[in-house]
């Protein structure tokens, strides 16, 4: 028999109204995930990881504002206020978030030179992160994500996840979107017509 595992991305309070990189209404998923959580039959959580002075901080690009683009040896990567930084108040899992049940935290973008907003590949989309392994070697096959932000960190954690081989389902109404330039609509389109169900 196939196994289920939800996926909460990033619901960390430099995400949420009042962090560094708030996602509007992000605190509003909390209840929905936590209700989730508790029916789930296994729990992963993931954490966005950065040290300070990370390359996708804009300001460690001399002349770059948050939410331009620089290109890096990986392609482009959208630069974004300070936020998550290891060991910080903003980098903790928002307060109200039940995480207690969860099996594994898995941490990303703790290399200095790559951002990764896949729970499965950094943004080179090479560099892997072990939870495919991970995931396989228990059988779960079948994931359910939620979190932050829909068409950043949830929507490439979808794609690479329908890649590896997985059943994937975004339950929406527990996501919430950064929707920089149209981003949500086109990240939507991507994870509909790569085999993502969106409930
Ligand atoms: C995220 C931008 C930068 C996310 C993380 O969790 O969606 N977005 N780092
Ligand atoms: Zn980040």
């Known amino acids: ?23 509007a209404d992000g605190n509003a998923i909390l209840p929905v995930v936590n209700r989730m959580i508790a029916k789930a039959d296994h729990v992963i959580l993931t954490q966005d990881w950065h040290p300070a002075g990370h390359s996708s901080f804009a300001s460690s690009h001399a002349g770059k504002a948050p939410f331009e683009t620089v290109t890096m040896p990986y392609g482009e990567q959208t630069l974004w206020p300070d936020h998550c930084i290891q060991g910080t108040p903003g980098a903790a899992f928002h307060p109200a ?76 109404e527990a996501c919430r979107a950064i929707d920089l330039g149209g981003s949500l609509a086109a990240m939507t389109d991507r994870m509909k017509a790569a085999g993502v169900t969106l409930a």
């Open 1 to 23: 028999m196939a196994q289920s595992a939800l996926i909460v991305i990033d619901v960390q309070t430099d995400f949420c109204p009042g962090g560094a990189l708030a996602v």
């Open 97 to 172: 978030l039940d995480w207690t049940k969860a099996e594994l935290v898995i941490r990303k973008g703790f290399r200095p030179a790559i951002d990764s907003y896949s729970a499965f590949y950094e943004n080179d989309h090479s560099t892997p992160t072990g939870l495919a392994g991970y995931l396989r070697e228990r059988g779960l096959s079948e994931l359910t994500l939620v979190g932050l932000a829909t068409d950043y960190c949830v929507a490439y954690s979808a794609l690479d996840a329908v890649r590896e081989g997985f059943a994937v389902t975004v339950a929406m």
